[in-house]
């Protein structure tokens, strides 16, 4: 078997596990840590995508930067929405 179809093969099969994961979660009570604990999940699923599926591992820096400069602007885009919400959120409460 080639190498790179074994690592494609490896990373899905972790990609597998970590959907199974998602899914046991959902029946776990761990209260508030829950929300943290799939976003965990969900950020190492798609390291594993950016990095392997996108081939991110065998490109050059400045491709590297792009993606980057993507994720980092997805969670500003993220970021704003929250922080609006956790402001009104305070000023209904009187803080």
Avoid at 10 to 16: D, G, N, R, Y
Avoid at 49 to 68: E, H, K, P
Avoid at 73 to 86: H, M, Q, R, T
Wanted: net charge positive; proline share 3%.
């Amino acid at each position: 078997m080639d190498a790179q179809v074994r690592n494609r093969l490896i990373v899905w099969v972790a990609l597998m596990a970590l959907l199974a994961l998602t899914v046991a979660l959902s029946f776990a009570p761990l209260g508030p840590f829950r929300l943290a604990v799939s976003l965990a999940i969900a950020a190492a699923k798609a390291a594993l995508i950016y990095w392997v599926f996108m081939d991110l591992r065998t490109a050059d820096g400045l491709t590297r930067i792009a993606a980057l400069c993507a994720v980092g602007f997805v969670g500003i885009l993220l970021l704003l929405p929250a922080l609006d919400a956790a402001v009104r959120f305070g000023l209904r409460m009187g803080a």
